[in-house]
């Protein structure tokens, strides 16, 4: 089955920056598209960046300007580059992907999270 592994979380004081990496294993897989999302304490989880294939990329306005989404096809890698954080941006960041064709019987995976806590 596809795995994913997200790294790079923390604590980190406002105006600091962290940068998130998600790598998808596994065999046999196309990767169409791949996102970001987040759930704060006590909120739904949301979409925070996602880039297609193409490299085309859409932001959540809270995160427009502070956060760049890139990926590594060859490693089959998302990153997320936040920049400016904010106390608002804390939250437990999920890695998401979906596939041109099913696998396993999903098109769809998702990662365990990484917590991110911004706080002086």
């Known amino acids: 089955q596809v795995q994913l592994v997200e790294s790079g979380g923390g604590l980190v004081q406002p105006g600091g920056s962290l940068r998130l990496s998600c790598t998808a294993s596994?065999?046999?897989?196309?990767?169409?598209?791949m996102a970001w999302y987040r759930q704060a304490l006590g909120k739904q989880r949301e979409l925070v960046a996602s880039?297609?294939?193409?490299?085309?990329?859409r932001y959540a306005d809270s995160v427009k300007g502070r956060f760049t989404i890139s990926r590594d096809n060859a490693k089959n890698t998302v990153y997320l580059q936040m920049n400016s954080l904010k106390p608002e941006d804390t939250a437990v960041y999920y890695c998401?992907?979906?596939?041109?064709?099913?696998?396993?019987?999903?098109?769809?995976?998702w990662g365990r999270g990484t917590q991110v806590t911004v706080s002086s």
């Open positions: 880039i297609a294939s193409s490299g085309s990329t």
């Open positions: 998401n992907i979906v596939l041109n064709f099913r696998f396993d019987g999903h098109d769809t995976y």
């Open positions: 596994g065999r046999g897989f196309s990767i169409n598209a």
